[in-house]
């Protein structure tokens, strides 16, 4: 069986900048709750995958929060949770909400 310890941590968080945003803490709460971590049963092999997703999309061009958003589109995609026609479209519901 897996364990944390077995998986390669992703890069810190930079807290240079100070606390960390609204929008960072929102993102290390959908990864938290798409791990089981913050709710229900730990599942390492999902955190494995997200971590793996992860490594793909860190870019020095990205902040942190935003590498991690894509891997958790990714999970989500991958576990058949949402598909990708499904987060377009909710996305777009909210950038119309911003914008009104």
């Not at 069986?1 to 890069?11: S, V």
């Not at 494995?48 to 997703?53: D, L, N, Q, T």
């Amino acid at each position: 069986m897996m364990t944390n310890a077995d998986l390669k941590a992703p890069r810190p968080i930079d807290r240079t900048d100070g606390e960390p945003t609204w929008f960072d803490k929102r993102v290390d709460a959908m990864l938290s709750l798409i791990t089981g971590q913050a709710k229900g049963p730990y599942d390492p092999e999902l955190h494995k995958r997200a971590v793996e997703f992860y490594a793909e999309f860190e870019d020095p061009s990205r902040s942190y929060a935003e590498s991690w958003l894509l891997a958790i589109r990714a999970v989500l995609v991958e576990q058949g949770t949402l598909n990708e026609t499904e987060i377009d479209a909710r996305l777009n519901a909210v950038r119309e909400k911003m914008e009104a």
